[in-house]
């Protein structure tokens, strides 16, 4: 499967602050996402990051507080704005790779905590 | 509300048996479904997918759908302790684009020596 980094792996921050995540895969992809995985949560999809468009966001996330960036179709970021502390968990970048299948791959996720 | 649920657990079994877990979902039209192994501290893991009514068999493990039912299950033969981890059950839902799956709370699973 394809190889999915993501920097930075964590980090602390203040809050009112903001953090750009990125996200780089090692082959071009069509689909990717980004997820959060609050502590003791299962995993809630933030958006879709569409290529030359904007991302698509799910129901409880918004563009001014998760802006994302998808410039091609190997490499994506998730800003986190204005961080609060209930904005601490893992953010999660991830890909689709064969469309017939629709297995999702993650990367090694972005641990974020804000004090 | 698209929901997939799981018992969280925690399912402790020895070492050698066999390991069952479980998942129910709401959205009868669900499609996809998927299993994920996640260690702690770490990303998921994809371990199985399936797509249609019946077993899939992947090694040790054996992903169960059961569409009419909605139910979905994991069973894990010859645990081993390597196998703890916590197990996230994820499903596609009917009209969903590819890769927006909804994802239960995951049951943490510990395999004893």
């Known amino acids: 499967s394809a190889v999915i980094s993501q920097k930075p792996s964590r980090d602390i921050c203040q809050r009112g602050t903001s953090l750009t995540i990125q996200c780089q895969v090692d082959?071009?992809?069509?689909?990717m996402f980004w997820y959060r995985q609050q502590p003791g949560q299962s995993l809630t999809l933030i958006a879709t990051a569409n290529q030359g468009s904007e991302a698509t966001y799910e129901s409880g996330f918004v563009i001014d507080k998760f802006p994302i960036s998808r410039p091609n179709l190997t490499f994506s970021t998730l800003t986190v704005s204005n961080m609060s502390p209930e904005d601490s968990s893992i953010y999660l970048c991830?890909?689709?790779?064969?469309?017939?299948?629709?297995?999702?791959?993650f990367g090694e996720g972005s641990r974020l905590t804000v004090l | 509300q698209k929901e997939v649920e799981q018992n969280s657990g925690p399912l402790s079994v020895p070492e050698g048996a066999i390991a069952s877990l479980n998942c129910t979902y709401s959205?009868?039209?669900?499609?996809?479904f998927f299993w994920y192994r996640q260690y702690s501290g770490k990303s998921p893991e994809l371990i199985m997918s399936?797509?249609?009514?019946g077993d899939k068999e992947d090694g040790r493990f054996t992903a169960q759908l059961n569409k009419a039912s909605q139910y979905v299950s994991l069973l894990i033969r010859d645990s081993q302790p390597s196998d703890s981890a916590t197990y996230l059950c994820a499903v596609n839902p009917r009209g969903s684009t590819l890769g927006r799956l909804y994802f239960g709370r995951g049951t943490q699973l510990t395999v004893w020596p």
């Open positions: 991830s890909v689709v790779e064969r469309e017939v299948t629709g297995e999702l791959f």
């Open positions: 082959s071009q992809v069509t689909m």
């Open positions: 959205d009868r039209g669900s499609q996809s």
């Open positions: 399936i797509y249609s009514n």
